[in-house]
Each structure stands twice: as structure tokens, then as C-alpha cells.
Nanobody, 119 residues
Framework: VQLQASGGGSVQAGGSLRLSCEVH????????MGWYRQADGKQRELVAK???????HYADAVKGRFDISRDYAKNMAFLQMNELKSEDTAVYYC??????????????WGRGTLVTVSS
């Protein structure tokens, strides 16, 4: 299983970016997908996740600015990031929780995509 993320880049404060993540090679169910981020010197933290049929959770810091969505048919997740702030600068990681009959639950991570917001 591989997670391929794209869409990072540099933007000025107040701008927008859209991250995409696609799960390749999954033979089971994708129970949830989400985005985490890690800024320099800080721990990785949850940004947003969408679980099951559509339960969505956002970090308080991004509520009202970020929007997560999924394309269930294409095994993809998207993170629309609006009103970006300098404190959103981080490496963003796609995450997926899968389940197969043979292996049960498993967690997978993408390589990370850098988002830089300049003020």
C-alpha cells in the first residue's frame, strides 16, 4: 500500500492550497483518511480526518479555514486550505487507516508534502 500526496507549495498568507492524497494498492476497506502536519521542532499533529461514512474532525487551529473531503470511488482524500497563516507552515502527511480480512487494521503514511506560508 502506498499513499501518494501532492499539492504542497509556497503561498502568501491569506492564500489557498489544495492537497490531494491517493491510496494505491489497497485490497481492503479504507476506514478513514486524514492529514497530519509537523512543523520544525514540533510534534506531528492532526489537522483533519474523515472517518467511516463521513465523520469529520478538525484541529481547532484550522476550523473554518480548512475543508477535508474524500472521493470514495478513487480512494482519494483532499484538503482544501484557505486563509493560510504563517503558522500553517509545516510538512503535511497523508494518513489512511485500512482494514483487510487477512491482516485486520493497519495504518499507512504518505511521504509528506511541504507547505510554506509567507507573511
Amino acid at each position: 500500500v502506498q499513499l501518494q500526496a501532492s499539492g504542497g507549495g509556497s503561498v502568501q498568507a491569506g492564500g489557498s492550497l489544495r492537497l490531494s492524497c491517493e491510496v494505491h494498492g489497497s485490497t481492503g476497506a479504507i476506514n478513514g483518511m486524514g492529514w497530519y502536519r509537523q512543523a520544525d521542532g514540533k510534534q506531528r499533529e492532526l489537522v483533519a480526518k474523515i472517518v467511516g461514512a463521513g465523520a469529520i474532525h478538525y484541529a481547532d487551529a484550522v476550523k473554518g479555514r480548512f475543508d477535508i473531503s474524500r472521493d470514495y470511488a478513487k480512494n482519494m482524500a483532499f484538503l482544501q486550505m484557505n486563509e493560510l497563516k504563517s503558522e500553517d507552515t509545516a510538512v503535511y502527511y497523508c494518513n489512511a487507516n485500512l482494514w483487510t480480512l487477512m491482516k485486520g487494521p493497519s495504518e499507512h503514511w504518505g511521504r509528506g508534502t511541504l507547505v510554506t506560508v509567507s507573511s
